[in-house]
């Protein structure tokens, strides 16, 4: 664990730590919480961990590699419409490095951690809470899957800490913000070229912008972040009053899973 790389070796796994694994050459990376003997729990759209429903998977199939549709013996077969799923360790890493998610880091820390989706200001439950929130919602779903506001990463983020955003169009997916912070932030820089004239002023006025962004984003910070158990939730969910939009998914080759 470090300023770099949240790489972490299998043997220091804890049930309900938040690990990761980057895709398509790290454009970006799946999350989940480990429960205990190799297992993972993880959301996905419709048990495909390639579904975020926009261009974006246009992107992503072809940059990653081919995975199989055939999970292995020890693997769970996901519910009928319900997309939280169950995997062996190895089925979930599919051949990536793990990581683990930190919680609870420095504000300099987080700030100097330039990509989204590796840390938050947020403190994290207690193991046994994280792991009662991922197994109930293995059996009772995670509404619909969004990437901007209802992805893997928010599925984990919610599960170490019982708070959601209710009502917002983001989620608390920092791998989000970074997706929509990263443009915005050169915009928006763009925009002040009459007060920053310099190219190197213009530069790191997009990187402030940037950083502010993630940061306000952040559930640490969030005001609109609420503390919601797992049963309310599935409760909200099932009465309609907690939605989430699922995206139409674009015709993805039949070699993907």
Request: hydrophobic letters at 40%.
């Amino acid at each position: 664990m470090g300023l770099l790389s949240n790489r972490v070796d299998r043997e220091s796994l804890k049930p309900g730590d938040h690990i990761y694994s980057w895709r398509s050459a790290y454009i970006y990376a799946h999350h989940g919480i480990y429960v205990g003997n190799d297992e993972v729990i993880h959301f996905t759209r419709r048990g495909q961990e390639v579904g975020t429903g926009t261009v974006l998977d246009i992107l992503l199939v072809s940059s990653g590699p081919t995975r199989t549709c055939v999970p292995c013996e020890t693997c769970i077969p996901p519910l009928e419409g319900l997309g939280v799923v169950s995997s062996c360790l190895n089925c979930f890493l599919g051949g990536g490095i793990l990581y683990r998610f930190e919680y609870a880091v420095s504000h300099a820390l987080f700030l100097a951690k330039a990509r989204g989706g590796t840390c938050t200001l947020a403190v994290s439950d207690e193991g046994e809470a994280v792991v009662h929130r991922a197994n109930y919602l293995l059996n009772n779903g995670f509404g619909c899957y969004n990437v901007f506001k209802n992805n893997c990463e928010d599925f984990a983020i919610y599960c170490k800490t019982g708070q959601l955003v209710l009502e917002s169009s983001m989620g608390q997916s920092g791998q989000a913000v970074s997706i929509i912070g990263g443009p915005l932030a050169a915009v928006l820089s763009t925009t002040l070229r009459l007060v920053t004239t310099n190219i190197y002023g213009r530069a790191a006025t997009s990187v402030v912008m940037y950083c502010v962004s993630r940061y306000a984003a952040d559930i640490g910070v969030r005001k609109d972040a609420v503390k919601v158990s797992a049963e309310d939730l599935t409760r909200r969910l099932a009465i309609g009053a907690l939605q989430v939009i699922e995206p139409s998914l674009p015709a993805l080759p039949s070699s993907v899973s």
